[in-house]
């Protein structure tokens, strides 16, 4: 129970940061839950896409914005180790950049907040450039 009050705690967390700091791209958000357990924090942004962040007690995460139904298009930065993207200089930690197929180096904080912050960034970012 210990690990899942955890991720509990950091899911509301995160949603704090998101509602308060980038409450001009992001409209809200809510917690989902496995059985009792907290799964993944989703947040519902203002062009009517959504990101679905995902930490385990193990330090398994993913920041996944889904674009799909507008742009056709998915961002996801992640640390699971998949073996087709072991060349890549950050594995396994890898950003998927417009789709599941182009994936790059990442960059992102192991700091889960500061990931956030720089992952509705670039969000904020995306969304002011045009819907690109």
Same mark, same amino acid.
Do not use: C, M, Q
């Given at each position: 129970m210990h690990g899942s009050t955890t991720i509990w705690k950091l899911y509301?967390?995160?949603l704090?940061?998101?509602?308060?700091e980038f409450?001009? /791209?992001?409209?809200?958000?809510?917690? =989902?839950?496995?059985?009792?357990?907290?799964w993944k924090l989703r947040l519902y942004l203002c062009d009517e896409s959504f990101i679905d962040i995902y930490y385990s007690v193990k330090g398994k995460y993913s920041y996944h914005w889904n674009r799909v139904l507008i742009h056709n298009e998915i961002y996801r930065h992640d640390n699971a180790p998949h073996m087709r993207w072991k060349? /890549?200089?950050?594995?396994?930690?890898? =950003?998927h950049n417009s789709s599941e197929e182009n994936v790059?180096?990442?960059?992102l904080s192991?700091?889960?907040?500061?990931?956030?912050?720089?992952?509705l960034s670039f969000?904020?970012?995306?969304?002011?450039?045009?819907?690109?």
């Open positions: 509301n967390s995160l704090r940061i998101a509602i308060d409450g001009v /791209i992001v409209e809200s958000g809510e917690i =989902f839950y496995t059985a009792k357990e907290p060349d /890549i200089p950050t594995f396994p930690k890898h =950003f790059i180096s990442s960059h192991d700091n889960p907040e500061s990931a956030l912050r720089e992952f969000v904020a970012r995306r969304l002011k450039e045009g819907n690109k």
